[in-house]
């Protein structure tokens, strides 16, 4: 009770306040650019509403997907408070403070005629927060009163004989005088992943051992509700949010084996968040933020090969308070002082045997902070920074255990800027992950031989980033972006054996990763291709950690630790027509699982889909979409061993194939 009364204590504190009235605003309301792509600076570029008429976006998310070098980051909800999670695009110049609703979903229900202009900006100028980032988009809009309701609905069928999914929203925007309420509701029905195939077992000599068919499906049911409301007046602004979400998925995993695999799970998720901030200009050179946020989580899951299945219960908690002090001390140097203070739990009940199966997990944790924005010359930009983290754990139940950890973590960045259209950006940063609590606690899995025990010697994973960025513009409307990222990590999170025969997540040691990323966005007129733009960002990874079953060199387990991933895409616009193509590829990957007694290594290549858009009045537009071309394979290896890794034998090899056949989508969307 304590500790849930300090939680809701500490949202209680903020829950009416929200936004910031900073220098980003002199910047955002300091004359707009009267071409898209102007430039106010070597560090500002504007891209007003006409810059996108021709591909008629309908939200100012579409506008930002569609903005010359720049690739979005919708932020991470895992990280360590709120810094690392906000994203980096701004609204009207702040950041967004929420975790549960996404800035994806904030830009999503921003409507394009709201938008005035957007704006890319680097390394600071005009005293942006830029949350850590290099470069960061903002996207300004009207401030005249309005209203506005758009309604949208949409239907998938699929080749195969499943249910229709379906969507239905609807959002609502409106601005009086001082005050601004945006918000949205959405039901959804959605196959997250079906799919039919084969799975055979062969012994370590090729020789079959057993083969059937094998059929999974995956169906979430979600209602999501989000609203903000805003208010500016007498050097203040405010901004609270209200976020619920409700979630039900519904696993179907069938080997049909010899002696068949039944795998189910049944899982239902309520999230609740209350965010806020306020700030004021205290004068023309200090400004004062303060931000609260506070999230809950209640999950039910039962999960497991049916005969054998087994039920968590658990609530999870964050609570949040920062305060930051902004100081313009000269038109090039700006300061700023910060202090967050953070409490997260998770309580978890369970029917599992293993080990943590019932705990109990706090955490407290504050961080003061400082930012130096300097501009020693016009095309330098540099920003020098640090945080300091300390935090304790504590953990009861199964296990009672308590550990202190305490971090120092600088950051510098330097934007040069050596010619119009030329840039490059380096950055020097430790960074420290959020533990996920679910580790902590004895987990199920999400299919057969997934089920992993909790570990209460968790640490968490930290690194030395090292990044180099290369932008080049191109021709009109044009640009591309090469960014290279190293990071020197320490207690890498992978699995680790827990006594003889299970294992958790913990730290495996010293490791590396790498990042490379080509994002190009260019129009193809110059290349006879009226209207048409080609949207590529392929990314490769590659990582390198020691097997702590083997002590042999191996990649991080895991996504996003080796092979491709990415995107190619063509779009053309047809004004004339009211109506614009697209053809869009998604490049595959391989994900591998290296865990006590097996291998497990998932396969995806090339999939395709192809929409058109069509506005046939001004208010209306109906987009058909057509996924999954032919016919979309994933493959899974699994590599069993009779015990641990290092001394046992291989029993099998287990090759899984599924595929899912075509689906058409139809979506209308109105303006009322």
């Known amino acids: 009770m304590r500790n849930a009364g300090a939680a809701c204590g500490l949202a209680l504190l903020g829950a009416g306040w929200a936004g910031s009235e900073a220098t980003a605003q002199e910047l955002t309301e300091s004359g707009a650019a009267t071409q898209a ?6 560090d500002v570029v504007f891209y ?60 999503s229900r921003i409507p394009a005629g709201q938008v005035v202009r957007i704006e890319i900006i680097r390394g600071g100028a005009g005293g942006v927060d830029m949350m850590g980032f290099s470069v960061v988009a903002n996207v300004v809009r ?4 309005e209203s506005q309701f758009i309604g949208q609905a949409d239907a998938r069928g699929y080749s195969q004989p499943n249910a229709p999914d379906f969507g239905i929203r609807a959002e609502w925007s409106q601005r009086s005088g001082a005050w601004l309420f945006a918000g949205a509701v959405e039901g959804r029905r959605n196959r997250a992943f079906d799919g039919q195939g084969w799975i055979e077992r062969v012994d370590p000599d090729g020789v079959r051992i057993d083969s059937g068919e094998f059929r999974s499906s995956v169906i979430d049911r979600t209602l999501n509700a989000n609203a903000g409301l805003e208010y500016r007046g007498d050097g203040n602004v405010l901004r609270s949010n209200l976020g619920v979400k409700f979630r039900r998925s519904d696993r179907d995993d069938l080997a049909l084996l010899a002696v068949p695999e039944h795998f189910l799970v049944d899982e239902d998720a309520d999230e609740l968040e209350l965010g806020a901030n306020l700030e004021r200009a205290f004068g023309s050179d200090v400004t004062g933020r303060i931000d609260a946020l506070q999230t809950l989580t209640k999950t039910s899951r039962t999960a497991g090969r049916v005969g054998r299945q087994a039920t968590i219960d658990s609530q999870t908690g964050e609570s949040i308070l920062r305060g930051v002090i902004g100081l313009q001390t000269s038109e090039t140097l700006r300061v700023e002082l910060g202090l967050e203070g953070a409490f997260n739990f998770l309580d978890q009940e369970s029917t599992l045997t293993t080990a943590n199966a019932n705990v109990r997990v706090e955490e407290l944790r504050a961080q003061p902070s400082f930012t130096v924005n300097w501009r020693p010359a016009p095309p330098l930009a540099l920003e020098f920074g640090a945080r300091y983290e300390s935090s304790t754990i504590s953990q009861t139940g199964d296990t009672e255990s308590e550990r202190s950890f305490s971090f120092f973590k600088p950051r510098a960045i330097a934007a040069w800027t050596i010619a119009e259209g030329l840039q490059v950006r380096l950055r020097a940063e430790r960074e420290v992950k959020q533990l996920d609590f679910a580790d902590f606690a004895a987990s199920s899995g999400e299919s057969a031989g997934e089920a992993s025990a909790g570990n209460a010697a968790l640490s968490p994973e930290h690194a030395w980033i090292y990044e180099a960025a290369f932008e080049m513009g191109l021709w009109e409307r044009s640009a591309l972006v090469f960014t290279y990222k190293h990071e020197e990590i320490e207690d890498v999170l992978d699995y680790v054996p827990v006594g003889e025969t299970s294992d958790a997540r913990g730290s495996i040691g010293d490791g590396t990763r790498d990042t490379f990323t080509l994002d190009m966005k260019v129009t193809l007129d110059r290349f006879g291709i009226r209207g048409g733009r080609l949207d590529v960002q392929p990314i490769y990874y590659a990582s390198a950690a020691t097997d702590p079953f083997t002590e042999a060199e191996r990649e991080i387990s895991g996504p996003q630790q080796s092979q491709w991933r990415g995107r190619i895409n063509v779009y053309l616009d047809r004004p004339e027509l009211r109506s614009t193509f697209a053809f869009e590829s998604f490049i595959g ?33 109906i987009r058909a979409t057509v996924s999954n071309f032919g016919m979309r394979q994933q493959h899974r290896e699994r590599r069993v061993y009779a015990g641990q890794r290092a001394d046992s034998r291989l029993i099998y090899i287990e090759d899984r194939k599924l595929r899912r056949g075509p689906a058409l989508q139809i979506r209308v969307r109105k303006t009322f």
């Open 37 to 42: 792509g102007d430039s106010s600076s070597a």
């Open 48 to 107: 007003d509403a006409a810059f996108f008429v021709d591909s008629r976006p309908n939200t100012a998310f579409d506008m930002v997907q569609r903005t010359p070098a720049f690739s979005f980051n919708g932020g991470d909800a895992q990280v360590r408070g709120l810094s690392g999670a906000a994203g980096n695009v701004l609204i009207d110049g702040r950041p967004n403070t929420s975790k549960t609703v996404t800035l994806q979903d904030v830009l």
């Open 142 to 145: 009207v401030a005249t009163a």
């Open 589 to 621: 990957f391989r994900d591998r699982l290296s865990r006590i007694d097996q291998v497990q290594t998932t396969l995806q290549p090339f999939f395709y889909s192809a929409w058109w858009e069509w506005a046939p009045v001004a208010d209306t537009t």
